[in-house]
Structures are given as C-alpha cells and as structure tokens.
C-alpha cells in the first residue's frame, strides 16, 4: 500500500509548533490501469501515486496523512480528472471536486451546510448499505430480471455445456481409495464420476468430502478403518461404509446407496441448476446413452453452476439494461452471509478460522456448517487465506494424511502443504482468494464467480481486508432463481 507524507510545514503549526495529522484511506473501486491522487494536501502540484488491493485489481487505495480541516481532491485516471460520486463532491472553480472533513480538537464543519454535504470521518467506507443513496431495486424489476433468466435457463440446454474439446475423467469403483484420491490430487480436479463395471452404469461421484469423512473416521478411536486398510479399501466398499456412518437406511433398517444426481444433454439449464441445488452437490454428471434402457452411457461433461452462471453472463453482456437488478450492488440485495452489525443478529452466522486452528477443526467446521470452505483470519478479522474442502486432496501426495494427526496440524501448515504441492483447484489467474467489495455490483460479483474454480468471494472492507461477508455461486443462484 502506497503511503502519502503530507508537508504541513508551511501552514499554521498553532501554539506547540505540531499539527496534527490523521491517517486517511482514500478508495478508487472502479478499476483503470494507473491511477493517481491529488488534493488540496498536496498544494494540487504532487499526483500521489495509488496502488491495487491485493485480490481486487479494479480497487485502488493510498493512506494520506491529513491535516485538520475540509480538503478537497480528486482522481487521475488513465489520463483524465475524475471523481467519486459516491463520495461527497462539491462544484467548485476546478469543476467538480471530492471533499473530505478531518475532526480535529474541539472543531465542527462550518465550511458547507449539513443539507448539502454527508461527510462521516476518515473511516467512512465506499457504499455503506447504511447510507439512504444507495439505490434499491423494486419488487417489479426484481420480478422480471427473475422472469427473463427462468426464460433463459428453460430455452437452453446441458448440451451448450459441453466445451470444444477437453477431458472428462471417471474413477472405477473397485479402486483402493488411496488410490483413487492420488489420481483426484495428479489430475487437479476436486471430484470425479464413479463407474461400476458390474453393472455397467455410473453409480455416484467421489469428491472432497468423501476423504474428510475418511480422515476423520481414521481418527476416530475404535473406528474399523485403518491406515493399512487405506491401502486397498475400494471406494465401493468406503461408500457401504459412508452409508452406515451417515444413517441413510430404508423402511427396514437396511443401509442404501444415495442414488446419483445425474442429467441428460438435452435436460435445460434450470432444471440442471435446480439439481445442483436441492441436492446439494458442486456438479452432476451429464450422461447420455442411445438405448431406451439407459444401457452403454457416455459420460460427456461434468455440469456446475459455474458454466450455467457464464451462460447467463455471455447473454445478457450486451443488453444487461434487460435485468434491471445487474446494476444494484451486492450491498443492497439479500444475497450471501454477511457478519452482523452491532446490535443485529443472523439466523445463519459466518463461519471463520484462526490460522492457528486445528485442521481436525477446520474439517468438522466444514462438515458441521454444510460449506464448502471457510474464511482464514487473522486477529483483526482481516483475510488471510481460505480453506476449501478441495484444499483436502494435498494430503494424498506422499501419502502425507499417514505421517499426520488432524488434530495436531493447524491451518495454516496445511495451507502450507497444499502451496508446496501442486496448482489445486481453485486457483484462478494466480489467486487463491477471491474478494469483492460490498459496493460491487451485481454484474461484477456474477462475472467474477462466472470464472473456472471460483465457487465464491470473500466480501472484505476496502484497505483492511476485514471480513464482511461471502457470496457463493449457491447463494447468487438462490438468488435469481428466487428460491
């Protein structure tokens, strides 16, 4: 982060001969390739120059040490003058320029009316939901973005899922499990469609999930799986067993198999989206066979909310003043987990970790919440990383989930073991977190989650990176969807 030294030296210095000088973050959130701040700080000579928030490259930020007072000052974007009319402005002689009013001892705003001007101290943050100017959508625009994305969704189908080539792998369920979640971790891929070659169909899928449950049983004391049995226990065998764990029986008492979530190339988009949903799962096989009797099927893709989500992107690009709710930032909509205000409570708390926190209770946390990963903060509450049920697949390499007890490594070195290993899911144009700002709009937040490997984003505070909330492609579908 860039910091700005303010020479106040020339201005008056009153009786102690010091000034002081308060810290002042200032926010670009609108993107631009070089942006700079000049103010009437600098005497309007010096263009300071401000730097990208880690995670966000379209907000830019520097620290100026101000004076007490009203100061006036605006942005150098690529060129051209520009203001935050987000922010409190004025119509001066330079045209229109940003203000900003730093309390000092025993001082109150004089300068401009209280009608004219909404001006907190130096905290006050980009797009406060508290603020009345944040604009909110009506019950009708809602209503027909809503409708004119079902049309959408209806229309299509699975088949425009498929990309032009690429690969599509499927484990055999008389694996050893070991095996199976080394070929997961090789291939970088966080799940895979299990084929029995008995029956001749594709009978479940086995992911993350599946290998915490696994390390958790080899933990747990009188447990009848153990590391040697790792060795060649068949998945087949771990999903019986999943079955007895998890309670599923029928009427009789007997253990059943969860049937696979499966669709067909021609099932359209938002009966697929409403699978993914309601069940519960990151993807579903998109299987086809030629037979009336569903014999001899083809695996083609692996459907995700994720290429649906690109789909609704790609369509509405060009016309997006059709959706009327693309525009409102997230702020303003009910949409994610946020952490409460002072004073308010949340019926769905933010689950966060400590760096320092047991990886055994990392993994119960992900179990327990039904989440996918979990914000890592320091003590601030700022971001610092984020554990993904993904991230658990770096425990196959070297057989490492062997030389280790899960309550006796933290996050953090287990974060460590999965940066040492190879690229895991998850990762999109060299980032691991991926953020967004609560004044971002919906459009933004859609295009970001659009990407490959991103399933959500960490909503943090601008400059401080304080967690404030995460968005994940279930909750912007619930969303739309108006489920």
Known sequence: MNLCLVDTSRGNSGASGQQLLTPTRFVWPYGGRRVFLSGSFTRWTEHVPMSPLEGCPTVFQVICNLTPGYHQYKFYVDG??????????????????????????????TAFSPSNMDVDDFSQRVADPSQDSIPRMSAVDLEVSRHRISVLLSTRTAYELLPESGKVIALDVNLPVKQAFHILYEQGIPLAPLWDFGKGQFVGVLGPLDFILILRELGTHGSNLTEEELETHTVAAWKEGKAH???QYDGIG????????????????????????QNKVAAVPVIYSSLQDGSYPQLLHLASLSGILKCICRYFRHSSSSLPILQQPICSIPLGTWVPRIGESSSKPLATLRPHASLGSALSLLVQAGVSSIPVVDDNDSLIDIYSRSDITALAK??????????DMTVHQALQLGQDASPPYGIFNGQRCHMCLRSDSLVKVMERLANPGVRRLVIVEA?????????????????????
């Open 80 to 109: 051209e003058w520009r203001h935050d009319e987000h922010q409190p402005f004025v119509n001066a002689n330079g045209g229109v320029m940003n203000t900003i009013f730093i309390t000092g001892p025993d001082m109150v705003p």
């Open 245 to 247: 764990i998890s309670r």
């Open 254 to 277: 007997r253990p059943y198999p969860r049937p696979l979530v499966q669709v067909g190339p021609y099932d359209n988009l938002k009966d697929v989206a409403l699978k993914i949903l």
């Open 398 to 407: 070297d057989k490492a989930y062997a030389q280790i007890h899960l309550d």
């Open 463 to 483: 400059g401080s990176k304080r967690v404030e909330g995460i968005i994940s492609l279930s909750d912007v579908f619930r969303f739309l969807l108006g489920l």
